[in-house]
């Protein structure tokens, strides 16, 4: 029978909840329009009732106008529990959101989880710990052999600082002497500064006089 017919590909599809949230709020449009065509009609009935006197011709429009207002609470009715069953899909949809995403964010974390532990384990604290002795022994060996070469060759071990403070005060005293030594330019028997910077020397003095009597 499914050869014949074409098989049950067309049927088997199933509408989707997304699907099913456009289809509820089509409907919903339809019956908001019907609703806004009988409130027309309503107020054109309420216009004509208010232009007419009691009789048989307004208890007519009367009738159509109650009748009318039947079918807007039937529509209003259905546009209710329309606009109902689209919001308890969109919610639905919503929940479905945030459970995927729940299950993607937990996924991932487990998948984290037996990465860090695989990791973890390829880790050996042992081997870390003799790593640092290892470069703590090499730290101090390297010191030693820096030690070693700043040796100083020649130089008595135990020097007297008694000795050092004589020796030091021997030298400041010898420079003291040095410092208070009057310069040999500044001894008697060098030639005498004239007493007055303008003033000649007296070897000068007899020439320029000869001149000016010139």
Not at 80 to 101: F, I, V
Request: net charge negative.
């Amino acid at each position: 029978m499914n050869r014949l017919f074409g098989g049950s590909k067309a049927a088997a599809a199933k509408p989707t909840l997304q699907s099913a949230i456009l289809s509820t709020e089509q409907r919903a449009d339809g019956v908001e329009v019907k609703i806004r065509k009988l409130d027309a009609e309503l107020g054109r009935y309420r216009d004509q009732m208010k232009k007419m006197r009691d009789g048989p011709g307004k208890t007519a429009i009367q009738q159509r106008a109650i009748r009318v207002l039947k079918q807007k609470r039937l529509y209003e009715g259905q546009l209710a529990q329309l606009q109902q069953q689209a919001y308890n899909m969109e919610q639905a949809t919503m929940t479905t959101e945030n459970l995927r995403n729940t299950m993607a964010t937990v996924d991932a974390m487990q998948t984290a989880n037996k990465e860090m532990r695989k990791t973890y384990g390829k880790i050996d604290l042992d081997k870390i710990e003799r790593i640092q002795d290892d470069m703590e022994d090499m730290i101090e060996q390297t010191n030693e052999v820096q030690e070693t070469l700043g040796r100083s060759y020649g130089v008595p071990d135990e020097i007297d600082e008694a000795d050092l403070e004589a020796e030091l005060e021997a030298l400041e005293n010898e420079i003291g002497e040095e410092e208070t030594e009057t310069p040999s330019y500044l001894q008697e028997g060098n030639m005498a500064l004239p007493d007055f910077i303008d003033e000649a020397p007296e070897s000068e003095r007899p020439q320029k006089q000869t001149e000016a009597a010139i």
